[in-house]
């Protein structure tokens, strides 16, 4: 059963088309169904495997055999109200051979309504101004405190191994492999871009010193730049901050339009990050594009760079590079276990963009071309070409 999160979000409308059965009579159900009388949409009531459950928040709450008929007699899109289980709920719809006009789970909902804030369909002020306050709040903290509390950390706990690099790009795997095997790791994206705050000045300056007295191995990686992207969009709130701008664009359009203004370089990271805090600018190294890594020693610092998709290929390569002599990867695909993954299938779908913008990424890339061979620039190409 296709769950359609991404084409509410593309087409809010698919969400007033049909009356509305919530999978979920619970405190997720409760808040979604809030949400949808906020909008206006046409809830019908809720549907749960409790068979105790007959009413809840003044709807009905139907039962298996009852959603059952209902489902036969008329068209409803169906929600999937959790955070935990839609992959059972889901898999529970298909064995009892429910098939609803449209499936969506609560993310799909709540995000296709930020994402259509100024859709004529999206009739709520009270909801598009609590929507961006809340946006407002999480990029006033990002801004503030993600990297002030990230240099505090690392001087509290002084890991031997700092994993560090832009964030979508494989690094949980790192860290919770380097974990598994008591080795003293953090895991940070954000050390230097703390605003102008004036005790992240004095933060980034302690640990500088730090570094030098004490050095500190550092293991960054890269991976393609238009997948990282995508993927960094759906991480967390970063799509509700993203949405709440969307301006009513199709998702495509505005991927296209971000990509073709160099935002997803990967080399400003680097810069503004790296190159910043240790002094080492990794195009004035050579890099072993074959194998995906090198090993970077500039005073105190010693550095392994790696390429996402050479990553499990290179699991030696790391152990070397901390001194255990049996290391092995352990996969911790998130991606695949959050709720977002039925957005982020449809769209790696759908996504397909022009030469101008692949030449950005995988021809005039300083980074990409010291990093990789032509042959992995043209997969990433065709991958991605329209």
Known sequence: MEVSDYALVNDISLLF?????????????????????????????????????????????????????????????????????????????????????????????????????????????????????????????????VAVNGLRTVLSDKPEVLIYQIGKVGSMTVYESLKNKNINCMQVHVLCDYDESEEGKILEQQYQNEIKENGIKIISLVRDPIARFVSAK?????????????????????????????????????QVELERLTGINVLNYPFDKEHGYSVIKKDKVELLLLTTEKLNQNESVIGNFVGINDFHLISTNIGKKKVTKYFYNSIKGDLRFSDSVLDLYYKKNALMCHLYNDDQLEAFRVKWRA
């Open 17 to 145: 088309k049909y009356p509305i059965i919530v999978y979920g009579a619970g405190n997720a159900g409760g808040r979604i169904v809030r949400l949808l009388e906020q909008v206006c949409a046409d809830v019908h009531c809720f549907f749960d495997m409790d068979i105790n459950k007959k009413e809840y928040l003044g709807y009905e709450v139907i039962n298996i055999e009852q959603l059952r008929k209902v489902i036969k007699e008329k068209q409803y899109n169906i929600v999937l109200a959790s955070d935990i289980y839609y992959e059972e709920m889901l898999l529970q719809l298909e064995q009892e051979n429910i098939y609803a006009k449209y499936v969506f789970t609560s993310w799909g909902v709540e995000s296709g309504l930020i994402w259509n804030l100024n859709d004529k369909k999206v009739v709520s002020f009270a909801f598009k101004e609590y929507e961006k306050r809340e946006i407002d709040k999480i990029l006033d903290y990002q801004r503030e405190h």
């Open 234 to 270: 759906l991480q967390g709130s970063n799509f509700a901050c993203w949405a709440i701008n969307s301006n009513g664009r199709k998702i495509k359009e505005r991927c296209a339009e971000e990509l073709l203004s160099g935002s997803a370089d990967p080399l400003g990271w680097f």
